[in-house]
């Protein structure tokens, strides 16, 4: 229990300590955000600060946290010091970061960002990663709260039925101005997911001794022994860093009124995230026991897992909260999933999204792309893992590029040396475990650990090799600037 409570400690610090360093070497200012510069009335609309708060929470988060801490927490508490350190240094900068470049490019999409700080190959890399990864999340976030909703319905409702019922309230989500349907209901869900990772813990630390949190180890207690390294990494996606929440930012950066509310939505948002991270962590290997049975629990899937963790720990109450949890919440990260994909697309083929025609000729082949997915997940036994799995990896790898991005913008606004290094490094780190995990994993190249390990490693050296190459080239243009004077 000690070893939670300093990592609720740690992230609090985090958000005060080095959200204050990151927010300063970005150095927001007076200018005019896309809300009040454009303000169009679709997606660029003025939202205060409280509520940009909570629905960039919902659309960051979801089950996100919940889910993949589950699966991380196979591995044994060892999890907590990602999830902790890699929100901080990592995915928390990586949100605030994205937020807002975006907000200073327009509410531009990170492919297009990835265009004009990384060159145009690596722009067309994104907008083809990106989309793919909306795709998926939009898909993990249809079938998880359908599976759910077919147990808990009669016979005639199942998967398939409540899986077209949330492809088409998708369909609403995705057209509508964001001030009519998601700024007015995902406050509301913001403040219930909150409240359902504060009923879980508060259940499970005064249960009178029930359930025991185990202190932190860097043991590993996968039953399948699989190495942490780099699968842990890559479970743990939404609760540590998330390439995907470089595609919900723009929205909110479009949203909000002042580029110094930032930190407490950007940085704000992810450190909650992760808090519900550390949660459902926590809950997952103390309410079984040990890893080996919380494994097995999820064999028959997340959402029944989480379901089985509520109804324990807080009855009836927390049946209500874990149907709230595993149903209204992703499905809210869905919706916007598939919007952001919207906003990308419309970007690649300049389709004005003020006219609903244009929004319509880019949403229904999306949906219908997520229906086709869905159906495989539902059809198979291990569809949801295996689409969990790709939707994991892709997340990574964009989070990689994303920080990249982020680190070139800061050394061409001169950012050098501890400011642009914030970045360069997760930028590193998570190009190691990027590449070793697809080089490696099942759904990958299947190569030898030790090959994927040495290949991993030499790309991330390579990269950050040029990086400080960039930063020398740097001091000999300032040097040869000082002599000329």
Not at 36 to 50: F, S
Not at 71 to 88: D, E, Q
Not at 124 to 144: A, P, Q
Not at 329 to 335: A, K, L, R
């Amino acid at each position: 229990m000690i070893s939670l409570l300093l990592s609720f400690g740690m992230l609090i610090i985090g958000y005060f300590a080095y959200g204050r360093v990151t927010e300063k070497i970005f150095a927001p200012d007076d200018r005019p955000t896309p809300a009040v510069a454009i303000n169009d009335g679709v997606d660029c609309v003025p939202m205060k600060t409280w509520k940009a708060f909570l629905v960039q929470l919902l659309n960051i988060a979801g089950t996100g946290p919940i889910f993949g801490a589950l699966m991380g927490a196979v591995f044994g508490p060892v999890v907590f010091l990602w999830i902790v350190f890699g929100s901080i240094l990592g995915g928390a900068v990586h949100d605030y970061m994205s937020g807002m470049i975006n907000s200073r490019h327009e509410g531009a999409s990170i492919a297009e960002l990835s265009g004009t700080y990384l060159g145009n190959f690596a722009k067309w890399v994104m907008r083809i990663f990106s989309v793919g990864l909306l795709v998926l999340c939009g898909t993990v976030f249809v079938t998880s709260p359908a599976g759910l909703l077919d147990k808990l319905t009669p016979t005639w409702m199942n998967g398939t039925f409540w899986a077209l019922v949330i492809l088409a309230y998708y369909l609403l989500a995705t057209l509508l101005p964001m001030d009519k349907l998601i700024g007015r209901l995902y406050p509301i869900f913001g403040v219930l997911l909150i409240v359902m990772a504060g009923a879980v813990i508060g259940g499970i630390l005064f249960s009178g001794g029930k359930y025991t949190i185990p202190e932190i180890s860097l043991q590993n207690l996968h039953p399948d022994g699989t190495p942490i390294w780099p699968y842990m990494f890559i479970t743990v996606a939404c609760g540590a860093v998330s390439g995907f929440h470089a595609t919900q930012s723009p929205m909110i950066a479009k949203c909000i009124k002042s580029e110094k509310e930032g930190r407490k939505i950007f940085y704000g948002a992810m450190i909650s995230e992760s808090v519900i991270a550390l949660v459902w962590a926590a809950a997952g290997v103390s309410f079984y026991g040990t890893t080996q049975l919380l494994n097995q629990a999820l064999a028959s899937g997340a959402s029944n897992v989480v379901y089985e963790i509520s109804t324990g720990v807080l009855g009836v109450v927390g049946g209500i909260l874990a149907v709230v949890g595993v149903v209204v919440c992703p499905i809210t990260s869905g919706d916007t999933a598939f919007r952001s994909a919207r906003l990308i697309l419309a970007e690649i083929f300049r389709l004005d999204q003020k006219n609903i025609k244009n929004r319509l000729i880019i949403t229904i082949p999306l949906l219908m792309l997520g229906g086709l997915l869905t159906w495989f997940a539902i059809v198979n036994d291990n569809g949801f893992q295996t689409i969990w799995r790709y939707f994991s990896w892709s997340n990574q790898t964009l989070a990689m590029i994303a920080l990249w991005v982020s680190t070139a913008y800061l050394l061409k606004n001169g950012k050098y040396r501890f400011g642009s290094l914030t970045n360069a490094l997760p930028a590193t780190f998570m190009t190691a475990v990027s590449l070793t995990y697809i080089l490696m994993a099942d759904e990958g190249f299947r190569l030898n650990q030790t090959v994927s390990y040495i290949v991993g490693a030499t790309a991330a050296t390579v990269l950050f090799a040029i990086y400080l190459f960039v930063l020398a080239r740097h001091d000999v243009e300032r040097a040869d600037t000082k002599e000329s004077m």
